[in-house]
């Protein structure tokens, strides 16, 4: 059974670019959540879906994020005009049916010039 | 504001050793607690799970849980040098129910040869 995916591992853009994150779930796994990470702090929580509908927001993702789960199984997490702020490690982790555990991909790390 | 509260360390030990690491959180609803190692650069790997007070071991790693003093532990017995990461603490958010993990900060752990 292989683990979370996630593509690509790494990023760098300019300012005010849009980029796309893609996250593959462990199959199976009916949740499937993205967190951002910055240097010397824990994973923050972004968002999360259960099958293909998101759930919860938190109040950290601005207008300029978006995130999907059209089918139900990978999902892509969008920034759009992208600042220097975000830069950070972005991780996302699945979980299976009823199951609180959450497993993590390797994150993409995001470095904005 | 709920919150997981970690000692960032670093928390050095010699090889061989036992490591303590500690977490206290807010939420008096929390149910279950998350113990993740992070290696420099590289994302978050389950270690251990714990739901009811008292220990729970597997291998080298003992959590422990005492939801009266709201603390959760992580005893690392016969430490190797392999063990140096940050260690982070987790909980669900809001208690029982909800999917959104809070983190600690984590605490960096060095065990030296």
């Known amino acids: 059974d292989t683990g979370v995916s996630q593509n690509p591992r790494h990023k760098i853009t300019k300012r005010g670019q849009n980029v796309t994150f893609r996250c593959d779930p462990i199959?199976?796994?009916?949740?499937l959540y993205w967190y951002r990470q910055t240097l010397g702090q824990g994973p923050e929580f972004l968002t999360y879906?259960?099958?293909?509908?998101?759930?919860?927001k938190s109040r950290l993702l601005s207008d300029r994020f978006s995130a999907e789960r059209p089918k139900g199984s990978f999902s892509t997490l969008e920034i759009q005009r992208t600042e220097q702020g975000d830069s950070a490690m972005y991780l996302c982790?699945?979980?299976?049916?009823?199951?609180?555990?959450?497993?993590f991909g390797p994150g993409t790390r995001l470095l904005v010039l | 504001q709920k919150e997981v509260e970690q000692n960032s360390g670093p928390l050095s030990v010699p090889e061989g050793a036992i490591a303590s690491l500690n977490c206290t959180y807010s939420?008096?609803?929390?149910?279950?607690f998350f113990w993740y190692r992070q290696y420099s650069g590289k994302s978050p790997e389950l270690i251990m799970s714990i739901y009811s007070n008292g220990d729970k071991e597997d291998g080298r790693f003992t959590a422990q849980l005492n939801k009266a003093s709201q603390y959760v532990s992580l005893l690392i017995r016969d430490s190797q040098p392999s063990d140096s990461a940050t260690y982070l603490c987790?909980?669900?958010?809001?208690?029982?129910?909800?999917?959104?993990?809070?983190f600690g900060k984590g605490t960096k752990l060095s065990v030296i040869p």
């Open positions: 199959s199976e796994h009916n949740r």
């Open positions: 939420d008096r609803g929390s149910q279950s």
């Open positions: 987790a909980a669900p958010r809001d208690g029982a129910g909800s999917y959104q993990l809070t």
């Open positions: 982790a699945s979980s299976p049916r009823n199951q609180e555990t959450q497993y």
């Open positions: 879906f259960q099958n293909e509908a998101q759930l919860e």
